[in-house]
């Protein structure tokens, strides 16, 4: 089951209980319980459900019984992901402050001679 194969089908629920092994019972709008486990990116971003959470969820057609989550609705904000304005970029010029400056690179080159190999023996600096 792919995501976009269009044989699962995406309902919304509350997790009623946690399990071991990150899995849950999530009970749907429509009362039915489901064992549920966590999508594969929200276990790579570390999203963390406890009992109470609303959740989106994929169930199969075929097997009603079992789902998949796939995101946390958030209660504070219902409409998604707008977070309000991005901040501007670190490198970029502050109101009222000059602006970075780059700084001279400091490392020696070969020809400014760095005490290599080739070093001349004997001879003092």
């Given at each position: 089951m792919s995501k976009d194969d269009g044989k699962s089908v995406e309902l919304e629920g509350t997790?009623?209980?946690?399990?071991?092994?990150?899995?849950f019972r999530v009970k749907?709008?429509?009362?039915?319980l489901v064992l549920?486990?966590?999508?594969?990116?929200?276990?790579?971003?570390?999203?963390?459900?406890?009992?109470?959470?609303?959740?989106?969820?994929?169930?199969?057609?075929?097997?009603?019984?079992?789902?998949?989550?796939?995101?946390?609705v958030d209660p504070r904000n219902p409409g998604g992901g707008f977070r309000g304005p991005k901040r501007p970029p670190r490198n970029m010029a502050r109101p009222g402050q000059p602006k970075k400056r780059a700084k001279p690179n400091?490392?020696?080159?070969?020809?400014?001679?760095?005490?290599?190999p080739?070093?001349?023996k004997g001879t003092k600096r």
């Open positions: 997790i009623h209980e946690v399990l071991p092994g990150t899995m749907l709008d429509n009362d039915h549920a486990h966590i999508s594969g990116k929200m276990r790579k971003r570390f999203i963390r459900l406890v009992a109470g959470d609303r959740v989106k969820i994929e169930m199969s057609p075929y097997d009603t019984e079992k789902a998949r989550i796939v995101y946390r400091l490392t020696p080159t070969r020809k400014q001679g760095g005490g290599g080739n070093k001349k």
